[in-house]
């Protein structure tokens, strides 16, 4: 194929992306039936999960995904256009991801490395959140304005929310959910009425189960002996700084030694 025929092809594909993105839109039948669909053939075709709780998510679940939203609802463009990139898409399973449900990432190299693309983009899902959701006797969850009845309609809907940032990526460079543009993508094509997740998060368990959040005076031992600190951040564990001149300067001028404390350790002091 000569170059002019290669351009005026991407150029095409661009244009009819760019159409459907702007102008496409799936009726509320429409799209239940979607994903309906594509949640059967999902579980049909991975290895590792036969339920809608996932019994164990992995990256190769999360491409089939996406190419059952590309091809039901985008003609497969969305891998048209990072092929005709030169580009890859990749696909993560986090464990560490505690605040996010999902993210959508870009990764550009001045130079092509031997064997690798020199442009990347990366769909990775917070399976670390999605395991410690929907429990028996959680709260409701509610993804995108959805509530969910189990991880995955979850799933789905961090997807459908990771793609329309890919696809804004792909066709306009950058990409915000909190733009008309990405909202009326995502409304039109999903029927998204929120564009965040409420999954429970640590954070969240923290305070429920512990009173405790950053800022918090907590007790808790190391090593036989009672440590007095404050709460600085909380992930799968809370990050407590206790007062010590041996540790390291923080930005209030005081001194602190740093520790991992699983939270169920932790006794609030106020």
Known sequence: MFIGEWMSQVSSQKKLLVELATRGNLTESQFLAYSSDIAQSLLAGSLHCSSEQLERLVASDLELLF??????????????????????????????????????TRRTYARRARGKAWREYEIAISSFLLNDNFSANSRPISVCGYVCEHRLHALQRIMEHEIVHLIEMLLWDNSSC???????????????????HQLITPRE???????????????????????????????????????????????????????????????RVQ
Not at 178 to 196: D, L, Q, T, V, Y
């Open 67 to 104: 190419q059952l939203y590309d091809d039901h609802c985008f003609q497969g463009l969305c891998r048209k256009l990072i092929a005709d990139e030169g580009a890859e898409l990749r696909f993560r399973c986090s464990n560490r991801m505690t605040r996010a449900g999902g993210k959508t």
């Open 178 to 196: 909190a733009a008309s543009r990405f909202r009326g993508i995502a409304s039109r094509w999903f029927g998204h009425r929120e564009f965040n």
């Open 205 to 267: 368990k923290a305070l429920v189960d512990h009173g405790v959040r950053p800022g918090s005076v907590v007790q808790f031992e190391y090593e036989g002996r009672a440590q007095t600190g404050i709460v600085n951040r909380i992930s799968k564990r809370a990050t407590v700084l206790v007062p010590d001149r041996r540790g390291e300067r923080y930005s209030d001028g005081r001194r602190y030694l740093k520790f991992y404390v699983p939270l169920a350790s932790l006794k």
